[in-house]
């Protein structure tokens, strides 16, 4: 078991609000952690999952220890994954005026584009579940958005770490134990002021299993 962050920063100081992506990933960064480095998946250095989260999705309050967050890969690949894994997501701005920013933030993963599934899996939509720290669900985590309501209610940054923190739930696997890939589509929209901007990325994922092989016979 593992857990993973992925950490995106924004700026709207940068040349890339024009374009609307996050900042790119910085391979020339002497010390990389999720304070500095965008466009990246770090894994968590500690046993067992940070406070204890499980197999939900839930908002983070309290600030990452960058110390506790190590290992960067670039997210221009394919994460590996194996069920049981866990998910997070962090997104955070380097800007002064940080504290002044509401941001909401959207997920959408990418159907799963195995090449041969079993029955169901060639139509799974996410690897995560609908379920709550008190039901458990089958049911498909398929979007993640928090708070839909208008831009001065979407939520600040955890104070003094310029960031939003959302734990994402664990990797479930395809039926069958099929190994599949997907997408997430990460989106935030940020208000400062009257105007709002938006950033997007859509990091890859590969969550193993076994592979299934087309079957077929040769002509008589």
Do not use: C
């Amino acid at each position: 078991m593992a857990v993973y962050l992925y950490n995106l920063a924004f700026s709207l100081n940068s040349p890339d609000t024009a374009v609307g992506r996050f900042q790119q990933y910085n391979s020339s960064l002497p010390n990389p952690t999720i304070a500095n480095q965008s466009s990246a998946w770090f894994t968590y250095n500690q046993s067992g999952t940070p406070n204890n989260l499980g197999d939900w999705f839930a908002t983070v309050s309290t600030a990452l220890n960058p110390a506790l967050w190590g290992s960067p890969q670039v997210d221009t690949g394919s994460l590996s994954l194996t069920p049981g894994d866990y998910l997070m997501m962090r997104v955070f701005s380097p800007d002064a005026n940080v504290a002044n920013y509401k941001v909401r933030v959207t997920g959408v993963f990418g159907r799963g584009t195995g090449a041969v599934l079993g029955p169901g899996a060639g139509d799974l939509q996410s690897p995560l579940v609908m379920s709550t720290p008190t039901v458990v669900s089958s049911y498909p985590r398929a979007v993640i958005d928090v708070d839909g309501s208008a831009a001065s209610n979407w939520p600040g940054p955890i104070t003094g770490d310029g960031s939003w923190v959302n734990w994402l739930g664990m990797v479930h696997a395809a039926p069958g134990n099929a190994a599949n890939d997907y997408s997430l589509n990460v989106g935030v929209s940020v208000a400062y002021g009257s105007a709002i901007y938006t950033f997007g990325k859509d990091p890859r994922m590969h969550v193993g299993g076994m592979m299934k092989r087309r079957e077929h016979s040769d002509a008589a």
